[in-house]
Nanobody
Framework: QVQLVESGGGLVQTGGSLRLSCTVSGGTFSSLSFGWFRQVPAKNREFLAYISWEGGRTLYGDNENGRFTISRDNAKNSVTLEMTGLKPEDTADYYC??????????????????WGQGTHLTVSS
């Protein structure tokens, strides 16, 4: 059973940077693709970033303006999301998701097979 644990959330000032981590156990890490999503109350889960199982392809959401970067470290079984230029509207619960191989539609949350419990980010104005 694949298990994902997010960490790195916290309180950041507007314009600051933060790196979220997703530690993965179970399964074969190198065969998994990963996505990052976020969600706030009364809003749908928003796609942020995707990285393919071989690490050669990354995709990002439409509303990030190049501020987010996803990466993976197969030696450490971890996936990261680096965020810069944070804004109050980035305040949300951030989730790491995994899928066997590549997902069919990277932006759709239910195309992923495994989810972590989330880590919260608050960006103060």
């Amino acid at each position: 059973q694949v298990q994902l644990v997010e960490s790195g959330g916290g309180l950041v000032q507007t314009g600051g940077s933060l790196r979220l981590s997703c530690t993965v156990s179970g399964g074969t890490f190198s065969s998994l693709s990963f996505g990052w999503f976020r969600q706030v109350p009364a809003k749908n889960r928003e796609f942020l970033a995707y990285i393919s199982w071989e690490g050669g392809r990354t995709l990002y959401g439409d509303n990030e303006n190049g501020r987010f970067t996803i990466s993976r470290d197969n030696a450490k079984n971890s996936v990261t999301l680096e965020m810069t230029g944070l804004k109050p509207e980035d305040t949300a619960d951030y989730y790491c998701a995994a899928a066997r191989g590549d997902v069919r539609v990277h932006e759709i949350w239910y195309d992923y097979d495994f989810w972590g419990q989330g880590t919260h980010l608050t960006v103060s104005s």
